[in-house]
């Protein structure tokens, strides 16, 4: 796939809550600073600690196809007498005296995108003490001088080092085999570690053995396993402690095999747990019910914030690799299979695909099946409603109206007997009979059945006018959507919903997607 297609695939992924009702996509000015919304993480620096980033993105809540010039100006002022926050860069900014001022110019235009307005590095002076905290304040100008501000928080924490002892480990499973994983903390720092949180994301194959009470669980029908588990211990300098040994992994009896999983634990000081939530949250769902997961000492054994100051040796990658032989067959949706109506009205398409098993499919293995459906349209209808899983072919907008190609997917774990749709909705240009394509492509795996990945939706348009709804007939009239997609007609207009910032798996796709290239000029 071409590294724009990802690129935009994840950012049109990535967007939450949006609702498309357009027939063509209007000239728009850029937005105004007013209509961004913006993400900078708060950060937890300790002296003699490493420095950490702090960047503001913007996204824009208004449709648009380019974005415009803005002035960045950051207020250090706040934190100036415990860190110190430099503009990040290669191209500086201007600085006078707390205020540092960057001017932005966006090269790449986009479409519902992020761009990074400023990149930041904190670091905390040496003489900084523990639970010092301010915040730095952005104000943001757009081109007609309107503004806005946002504002991230530094503080300062006491210092510590916690290491992850199982660096690195190779396990072996089989379908709905459980695997015990002995996970273990060390304090490796000169203070004692007061409570920490074990984070895991990993691979579909990962399926957690038990849901326990003090941890917090990705929602069940996530292509990737995520949790994060608290626990009150305190490990002394030189200690260490163990997960018990109830704790352990359960391949899936869906999982495609033979398949091959990545998965990485990491440990966290309170504090350094909720700056990763504070700017890209985890998608994770509600806490378990079966007992309490311990960390058990296994070594020698006035309270302040703690931050890890070596947060490198705190992470353990595992790789699993699951044996067997079992694969999965999907094949194309398109519906209603004939779709009717007059010259000027609309009707609904939906296209996709089902799971007829027995491997789940979309569940980011080495071996997974990753269905994408492709809709080709013919001559004479407009695509007036697009989802924004959907990508115009060749330039790759999401929900852009008017394209005769499109291609849809999204990453979303389907088990045997499950479907996933897209809904269009096609205004009638021309009278006459035409067929619309529905094919499936494959990103990665081997469908076991391909004579089925292809489906045709014939279109009749009649010539005796009007634009008013044909109504319909369970699929056959085409017209009737029983209420869950309105008609609208050829009305022009993009709403966009504000909704939560990205999916579980999607940490790293957020970063990739939305780090727009931007030129900086002081």
Not at 397 to 410: H, L, S
Request: glycine share 12%; hydrophobic share 35%.
């Amino acid at each position: 796939m071409p590294k724009q297609l990802a690129r935009r695939w994840l950012a049109g992924f990535g967007v939450v809550g949006v609702l498309l009702a357009a027939s063509a996509i209007p000239a728009f000015a850029a937005p105004a600073a007013e209509d961004l919304d913006f993400y900078a993480k708060d950060v937890v620096v300790a002296p003699g600690g490493p420095a950490k980033g702090s960047n503001l993105f913007a996204r824009t809540r208004t449709s648009t196809m380019e974005w415009g010039e803005y002035t960045v100006k950051v207020d250090r002022s706040k934190v100036a007498g415990f860190a110190d926050v430099e503009n990040a860069d290669s191209n500086p900014c201007t600085e006078s005296g707390a205020i540092l001022t960057c001017k932005v110019v966006a090269e790449e235009n986009d479409y519902y995108t992020y761009i990074t307005m400023v990149n930041l590095v904190v670091r905390a002076k040496d003489s900084a003490t523990p639970d010092q905290q301010g915040e730095l304040k952005f104000t943001v100008t757009d081109a007609e001088g309107g503004s806005t501000t946002y504002q991230s928080t530094v503080s300062i924490g006491e210092g510590v080092d916690l290491a992850a002892i199982e660096q690195g480990l190779q396990l072996t499973g089989v379908l709905g085999g459980t695997l015990n994983v002995p996970l273990t903390v060390a304090n490796r720092g000169e203070k004692a570690v007061h409570d920490v949180v074990l984070y895991f994301e990993g691979g579909y194959g990962f399926g957690p053995s038990k849901r326990y009470k003090n941890c917090e669980y990705s929602p069940a029908d996530a292509f990737r396993h995520a949790f994060a588990c608290r626990f009150p211990n305190t490990i002394e300098p030189g200690g260490a402690a163990r997960l018990d040994s109830s704790f352990g992994f359960t391949v899936p009896t869906d999982d495609p095999a033979p398949n091959g999983h990545t998965g990485v634990a990491h440990w966290y000081t309170p504090a350094d747990w909720e700056e990763s939530q504070s700017f890209n949250p985890t998608r994770l769902g509600q806490q378990g019910t079966e007992g309490e997961l311990r960390l058990e000492p296994v070594g020698p054994q006035s309270r302040s914030r703690q931050t890890d100051v070596n947060n490198q040796n705190g992470t353990t990658v595992m790789r699993l690799q699951v044996s067997g032989d079992q694969g999965a067959e999907v094949a194309a949706l398109g519906t209603p299979a004939t779709a009717t109506g007059k010259v000027g009205a609309t009707v609904p398409l939906k296209v996709g695909y089902v799971n007829n098993g027995p491997a789940a499919v979309d569940v980011d293995g080495a071996k997974d099946l990753r269905a994408r459906t492709e809709l080709s349209l013919p001559s004479g209808v407009t695509a007036v409603r697009v989802p924004m899983t959907c990508s115009s072919y060749g330039d790759w907008v999401p929900g852009k109206p008017g394209a005769k190609k499109y291609r849809c997917g999204e990453h979303k774990r389907l088990a045997q007997g499950e479907k996933i749709e897209y809904e269009f909705e096609l205004r009638l240009d021309e009278a006459g009979t035409r067929a619309a394509q529905v094919r499936l492509t494959f990103d990665t795996g081997v469908d076991l059945n391909p004579a089925n990945d292809s489906a045709t939706i014939t279109i009749i348009a009649s010539a005796d006018g009007g634009s008013e709804n044909p109504g319909g007939d369970d699929g056959q009239g085409g017209g009737d959507t029983d209420g869950s997609l309105p008609i609208t007609g050829a009305k022009a207009g993009l709403t966009a919903g504000i909704g939560g910032v990205l999916l579980a798996a999607g940490a790293v796709g957020f970063v990739v997607a939305r780090r727009r290239k931007t030129r900086f000029v002081a």
